[in-house]
């Protein structure tokens, strides 16, 4: 494909369009400094998103009866948060919230896109959590209640401890996910990178700072993939599973 992709007829004209390199270093710094933005909604995301996702995989994880209502919801929950696309969600929510008429700085599509995606991925990184809290042997719950330590003391101390070791490749797979995602706010108005790049494009009649974007995007997201490889490895080394070669 590498040698026959330049032989196309039509080569110079794309070429020129996605790869123009006085383009790319006009636009780079620009789309660098968009990209902080992207940094801080994943920064101040993914604490909400975790504390969200821990509290959800415990709701619907638990035995009280006297909870069953709460199980109910947070599974609508996850199920219609799931169930409908990110890009959707940042659309209804960013654009439906600040409607009805909140007053600045509240009524701010960055922060309300925000929220959606945070309100999605809560719902998928709850279930990582969730199979990593019933993944936990029932022999574990059993020595907890032996030992007098109430349903409580048990998830904390007993259960949530092992689940979260153990899910913490899958999870680093959903950050890298969320890392990519957060570009769609853009979609609703903040100038993240992919939002500037579209600019650089107008701008320049030219798609080039669109392949800027990707190896900024790249630049990240494949150091953290690798480190999911790392912590996957050492997970299944410290549990004695076999390698995949």
């Known amino acids: 494909m590498v040698f026959l992709v ?30 902080v933005l992207d940094i801080k909604i994943f920064a101040w995301t993914t604490p909400a998103i975790l504390i969200v996702a821990i509290l959800i995989a415990i709701a619907r994880s638990t035995r009280n009866p006297a909870l069953f209502p709460v199980r109910i ?30 007053d600045r700085p509240w009524n701010s599509p960055l922060i309300w896109g925000s929220v959606a995606l945070g309100m999605t991925y809560s719902a998928y ?14 022999s574990q719950r059993a020595a907890a209640r032996s030992l007098g330590l109430s349903s409580s003391q048990t998830m904390r101390h007993v259960i949530l401890p092992q689940a979260i070791r153990r899910v913490v490749p899958p999870l680093m797979n959903d950050m890298v996910s969320l890392q990519k995602d957060v570009a769609l706010v853009s979609l609703i108005g903040p100038i993240e990178i992919l939002r500037q790049a579209g600019i650089d494009k107008a701008k320049f009649a030219n798609f080039t700072p669109f392949i800027g974007a990707a190896l900024i995007f790249l630049a990240i997201t494949i150091p953290l993939t690798r480190f999911t490889d790392y912590l996957l490895t050492r997970e299944r080394d410290r549990t004695g599973a076999s390698k995949v070669r």
Request: glycine letters at 8%.
């Open 6 to 35: 330049p032989r196309m007829p039509r080569w110079d004209r794309v070429k020129k369009s996605f790869f123009d390199w006085d383009r790319l270093t006009d636009s780079f710094p620009h789309l660098l400094r968009a990209f």
């Open 73 to 102: 919801f947070v599974i609508a929950y996850t199920d219609i948060m799931r169930g409908v696309p990110v890009i959707l969600w940042i659309y209804l929510v960013g654009f439906g919230v600040p409607g009805i008429g909140m």
């Open 125 to 138: 990184v709850a279930e990582v959590f969730r199979a990593g809290i019933e993944s936990v042997h029932e």
